[in-house]
Nanobody
Framework: QVQLVESGGGLVQAGGSLRLSCAAS????????LAWFRQAPGREREFVAA????????YYADSVKGRFTISRDNAKNTVYLQMNSLKPEDTAEYYC????????????????????WGQGTQVTVSS
């Protein structure tokens, strides 16, 4: 199974940007579809963005559409989340997740579709 390690979180002012990275090891990275989720205190973990195995398909939650961009580099076994125009409501622990799939173009937004998770990285946006 693939192991995932997130990095890049931190404290940023509203309107600023952060780039999260998630490095994978122990699996054939290109056989996994990937996603980012986030969880704020007292709230359920929610979907943020997803990307297909080959990177040709992406999907975003309405709350981040136009501000966040998910991408992947299969040569580096890494998935990224570029976050621009950050808002205080984006404050949360961000998790990357991976799921094996035979489809090169499918993306998945359901939390229960993913069986491999990272430990999370904290993003705090101050107003």
């Amino acid at each position: 199974q693939v192991q995932l390690v997130e990095s890049g979180g931190g404290l940023v002012q509203a309107g600023g940007s952060l780039r999260l990275s998630c490095a994978a090891s122990g699996g054939a990275f290109s056989t996994y579809a990937l996603a980012w989720f986030r969880q704020a205190p007292g709230r359920e973990r929610e979907f943020v963005a997803a990307i297909s195995r080959g990177g040709s398909s992406t999907y975003y939650a309405d709350s981040v559409k136009g501000r966040f961009t998910i991408s992947r580099d299969n040569a580096k076994n890494t998935v990224y989340l570029q976050m621009n125009s950050l808002k205080p409501e984006d404050t949360a622990e961000y998790y990357c997740a991976a799921t094996l799939t035979s489809s090169a173009s499918s993306v998945f937004r359901g939390r229960d579709r993913y069986f491999n998770w990272g430990q999370g990285t904290q993003v705090t946006v101050s107003s």
